[in-house]
């Protein structure tokens, strides 16, 4: 299939990238409890410009890519990248999450799993090495065209980069993406596997499973 890897995002491109996030991940109650609405209007041009926001698309030190069908030039899936000039979580604050249209329940839920996470994200021992590190925080594929290779190019495009910039990387991946070696055949290795849930305090609540894996900086 002829798949083309650009970096080149137009800002007419982010409606389709949010649409191929929501449907790709919308089995994530954090992702609906940030999306109310997904991809339904009135609040869809919201849900847009926060995923603008929080993967920090404009950002400086945020690199991205799409990938597009070569036959009909439609967006099949995307990635972004943040480089970091150390460790991307020594100092990550409390998430400061919106959910302006989820009860106070949900959002009690989903606060507590982004904090939770936020908390064992800070203390990985594997973060610890000095140096540069390229956080790949989100790739996601139209659930139409998965397993066709298209995230695997995106993943072969990161690792270009991250061994053009010599620093280590991170990613937290899903458990299908490191049943299929996604990430473990461009030399990820993990660290850690948690499932974010508490019965307890959040009875119902799906929570986030979470596979946190690192790739060294590779000689060059």
Request: charged share 25%; proline share 4%; aromatic share 10%.
């Amino acid at each position: 299939m002829p798949f083309i890897v650009s970096e080149d995002i137009a800002d007419e491109d982010f409606d389709s990238l949010f649409a191929i996030q929501y449907k790709a991940f919308s089995n994530q109650p954090a992702l609906k409890a940030c999306s109310p609405g997904g991809l339904d209007n009135p609040g869809r041009s919201e849900n847009v410009a926060r995923f603008i926001d929080v993967l920090g698309w404009k950002e400086s030190n945020v690199v991205a890519a799409k990938v597009v069908d070569d036959e009909t030039g439609e967006i099949c899936a995307f990635a972004t990248m943040r480089v970091c000039d150390g460790n991307p979580f020594a100092g990550a604050k409390d998430s400061d999450i919106h959910c302006p249209q989820v009860d106070e329940g949900m959002r009690s839920a989903v606060e507590w799993t982004l904090n939770t996470k936020n908390d064992r994200r800070r203390c990985f021992e594997a973060l610890q090495v000095p140096g540069s590190y390229c956080y790949l925080q989100a790739l996601g594929t139209d659930p139409a065209r998965q397993r066709q290779g298209a995230a695997t190019l995106l993943v072969k495009w990161a690792a270009r980069i991250i061994d053009e910039k010599g620093s280590r990387a991170m990613v937290e991946a899903s458990k299908d993406a490191t049943q299929y070696g996604l990430y473990s055949k461009q030399g990820f290795r993990i660290v850690d596997t948690y499932d974010y849930i508490d019965e307890q305090k959040f009875p119902g609540f799906e929570g986030m499973y979470v596979v946190t894996m690192v790739r060294d900086a590779q000689d060059r």
